[in-house]
């Protein structure tokens, strides 16, 4: 008689990732493999000091836990952080990550990301998304046309951070890159962060809030409140909590001063037209003068840059502790909008100016590699896209 074998390939379910989690992750994560509940402040205190202070990935180099318990936690559980698939760096030391993260569920491959890094004299930006892909269509926008995939959980937002500290040498004992590309006034590589990459933070509020928790917490990463702002097109009844919760800054994507203008850059208006969106900023908590809220307004020639426009803009704003950001427009493929000139974006941030308003012009960086403001938009799809193509034609 004759039998005959058949082998069946599985594939093996990765070991959770503890780079990235809160401390009541990590308490949980320690629980569940034996470690008794005396001893879980200490032993989350030790990880974490070694996973946000250290940067460590090897739980073999965590030399004050014991070996046992080092043993328990690389059977169980890794340090792994989202794989860089590609790096870009700008003519202006501005760097931007392709980043694939773990597969979620059936997912035969990771979802894929972008984050950028902005480097300056004084210090480091790291613009972080929040989503795969993006909720809203805003019409100026290249991550806009990307479709929204799902929502990044907290650890995949502070994955992020971790990956960028590690290449451009931001934890202790690593170099600086060879470029040189870092702040040199002495302050650290990544000093704020921005959440203004793919995505709209407030529609994933609970993840962004806990790795907020995560950034700010003083004994790891050890990010200022107060150098970490959340952009938004808008979400109106989570800005009372993102102000309570969080304590980060809040920049308002406006671009608009009235809503059938408005309607059609950010769609969201439809929603939370104008008016309502700015006596949300009225009543947020903490504002003042001190922890001013940003507008964020993208300067589009002949749409929303007339000098009219800049004094009814001072005229909304009234009673709100506020500063403009004048965004140049960022072309990118496909787009039938153009930058403002520079002779009008002077005029439009003077009159700003004048009536009593911090009105800066956002110098535009890493154009070149399509990561300044609006232009994040992971190229993976369109480059599997041509490959079939290419396929189908052989």
Not at 88 to 105: F, N
Not at 247 to 267: K, N, T
Request: proline share 6%; net charge positive.
């Amino acid at each position: 008689m004759t039998f005959t074998t058949t082998i069946v390939s599985q594939r093996l379910e990765p070991k959770a990732s503890l780079a990235g989690a809160t401390r009541p992750e990590l308490a949980a994560a320690l629980g569940a493999i034996g470690v008794p509940d005396r001893e879980l402040r200490m032993r989350v205190a030790q990880l974490w000091h070694w996973i946000y202070f250290r940067g460590m990935t090897d739980f073999d180099a965590m030399a004050n836990v014991g070996k046992g318990l080092r043993r328990a936690l690389a059977d169980a559980y890794s340090l792994v952080r989202p794989d860089v698939v590609a790096e870009q760096v700008s003519r202006d030391g501005t760097r931007k990550w392709l980043l694939r993260l773990a597969p979620v569920g059936a997912q035969a491959e990771g979802a894929e990301i972008e984050c950028v890094y902005i480097p300056e004299s004084d210090r480091g930006t790291l613009c972080v998304s929040s989503q795969v892909g993006c909720t809203l269509t805003c019409a100026f926008c290249h991550t806009g046309t990307q479709k929204l995939v799902r929502n990044l959980n907290a650890s995949e937002i502070i994955g992020q951070i971790l990956v960028a500290r590690e290449r451009i040498g931001d934890f202790p004992g690593l170099p600086p890159p060879a470029d040189g590309q870092v702040p040199t006034d002495g302050s650290r590589y990544i000093s704020n962060i921005v959440f203004m990459g793919m995505g709209e933070p407030l529609y994933n509020y609970d993840n962004v809030r806990d790795a907020l928790s995560v950034m700010a917490d003083g004994e790891g990463l050890s990010l200022s409140r107060r150098r970490i702002t959340v952009s938004t097109a808008g979400v109106v009844p989570r800005l009372p909590d993102l102000g309570r919760e969080t304590g980060a800054m809040l920049a308002i994507s406006l671009h608009a001063v009235r809503d059938e203008l408005r309607d059609r850059l950010v769609p969201l208006n439809r929603k939370y037209p104008i008016r309502e969106l700015l006596d949300a900023c009225r009543a947020y908590p903490g504002a003042s003068n001190a922890r001013r809220i940003t507008f964020e307004y993208v300067m589009l020639k002949d749409v929303n840059d007339s000098p009219a426009e800049a004094r009814e803009l001072v005229r909304l704003l009234t009673g709100i502790p506020a500063k403009i950001n004048l965004i140049p427009f960022n072309p990118w493929p496909g787009t039938s909008f153009e930058c403002s000139s520079d002779e009008r974006i002077g005029r439009f941030s003077q009159i700003v100016f004048d009536a009593g308003y911090a009105s800066p012009v956002r110098t535009p960086r890493g154009r070149d590699i399509l990561a300044a403001c609006g232009q994040l938009k992971s190229e993976t799809e369109k480059l599997r896209a041509r490959a079939v193509l290419a396929v189908a034609a052989d």
